[in-house]
């Protein structure tokens, strides 16, 4: 059975603290791996990685995969209280049409 | 920039009746899926459709669930005859691929509470 687990399950720390949220899986045909940032209402697409080694990044996210070790991390640095979110890591595999998702990280700062 | 979009955003129906949740994917992708997340569970994938076929559906997706393209817009699920465990939030997703290059794009979800 496909499976992705993050960690932690949920996060609290001050504003401007740097956080790294965990997201390991096994799946069958791995394709691609996503995260997004989920508030009140939809995920929101974060980024999309295919490849081992080499970082995405987006103003003060980043992310990186690693298709040996089977495991992605997401970093924010100096985080702000509109970081404050539920973040979900989710895999696509290949010729499934679908996303298996994790339980997601709940990350909260505080100013 | 193109967005998911769903109505209602809010169903409140008595158990044994019908739904349907619509969508309206994003204008030039092809690929539409449904998924649900119940209270304080991950996200579930039910349904990915393609040229008007179910591609692959989950072990939730049974006989009362469906779903159509009734024109070239809308996008629906519909659920027979509503059980008490069927309440959940309901996200609509489109792509641009099917295999994965692309990112799936979610709406804001319809949340269903049946009683």
């Known amino acids: 059975e496909d499976k992705v687990v993050q960690s932690p399950l949920s996060l609290v720390v001050h504003e401007g603290d740097t956080v790294t949220l965990n997201c390991s899986y096994e799946v069958t045909n791995f394709r691609s791996l996503l995260w997004y940032k989920q508030e009140k209402k939809a995920p929101t697409f974060l980024f999309m990685l295919?490849?081992?080694?080499i970082e995405k990044k987006s103003g003060r996210l980043s992310s990186i995969l690693d298709k040996k070790e089977l495991f992605s991390i997401l970093n924010i640095t100096a985080t702000q209280t509109g970081d404050s979110a539920v973040y979900l890591c989710?895999?696509?595999?290949?010729?499934?049409?679908?996303?298996?998702f994790g339980q997601g990280t709940r990350l909260t700062i505080n100013p | 920039e193109p967005e998911v979009t769903q109505t209602p955003s809010h169903q409140v129906t008595q158990m044994g009746q019908e739904v349907i949740l619509r969508c309206v994917p994003i204008s030039n992708h092809l690929y539409f899926y449904w998924y649900r997340q119940i209270l304080g569970q991950k996200v579930e994938f039910l349904v990915s459709f393609y040229n008007n076929e179910i591609s692959e559906k989950s072990e939730i997706f049974d006989d009362q669930f469906s779903v159509e393209r009734p024109d070239g817009s809308n996008f629906t699920l519909k659920i027979r005859s509503t059980k008490l465990e069927d309440s959940a939030m309901y996200f609509c997703?489109?792509?641009?691929?099917?295999?994965?290059?692309?990112?799936?794009?979610f709406g804001d979800g319809t949340r269903l509470s049946i009683l």
């Open positions: 997703a489109s792509s641009g691929d099917r295999g994965g290059n692309q990112p799936q794009h």
């Open positions: 989710a895999v696509g595999v290949y010729r499934a049409q679908k996303l298996v």
């Open positions: 295919t490849s081992s080694g």
